[in-house]
């Protein structure tokens, strides 16, 4: 099985830029709680602002939480229904719909050997909760025998990165996603 790191393709000409998301009801920015792999109670749907209003795209990031359209959405929860939660997500002025996804599945599966260079937090960093932890990893590689069933996933320790098996990239693709691009890992 073949893996590849899911990214938003910032260069596509005109492309929207979102911000943080936020809870609907409260204003509470919602930033960062997307990367700990657990499900959230959200109630109500998510508000995602712009930082720069553009083309809409079918896949994008919003502070580290990936906003896909409903197509995008349909199409994960098919392929791995075990892996991820879809929140519903009003975009700024896009009538479309929306949904926020949130990765379930955290797994250790980073092959330091083979990525170009790993960094790790240390005692001497000052920051103890961290120690032990990937600082940096550069040129991402992971071990397939250490995935098991997920099909989407973010590594253990380096939980920033958003990791799809081959059949999702290639549905993604199939379908003309917008806003995505892959580097296989």
Request: charged share 20%; hydrophobic share 40%.
């Amino acid at each position: 099985m073949r893996y590849f790191q899911l990214m938003d393709d910032v260069n596509v000409p005109g492309g929207w830029i979102l911000g943080t998301p936020t809870d609907e009801r409260t204003g509470q920015p919602l930033s960062g709680v997307f990367l700990a792999g657990h499900p959230l109670r959200v109630n109500g749907p998510v508000r995602i602002p712009f930082l720069q209003p553009g083309r809409a795209l079918d896949f994008s990031l919003a502070d580290t939480a990936p906003i896909v359209h409903t197509k995008v959405a349909s199409v994960l929860a098919e392929l791995a229904p075990a892996d991820v939660q879809l929140i519903p997500a009003n975009v700024e002025t896009q009538p479309e719909q929306y949904c926020l996804l949130n990765v379930l599945r955290i797994v250790k599966c980073i092959d330091d050997a083979a990525c170009e260079e790993v960094n790790y937090w240390t005692p001497e960093d000052g920051v103890p909760e961290k120690t032990g932890r990937y600082f940096s990893v550069y040129g991402l590689r992971t071990a397939p025998t250490q995935v098991g069933g997920a099909r989407i996933f973010r590594p253990w320790g380096w939980e920033i990165a958003l990791i799809v098996a081959e059949s999702i990239k290639e549905a993604m693709q199939r379908l003309g996603v917008t806003g995505a691009r892959f580097g296989e890992v």
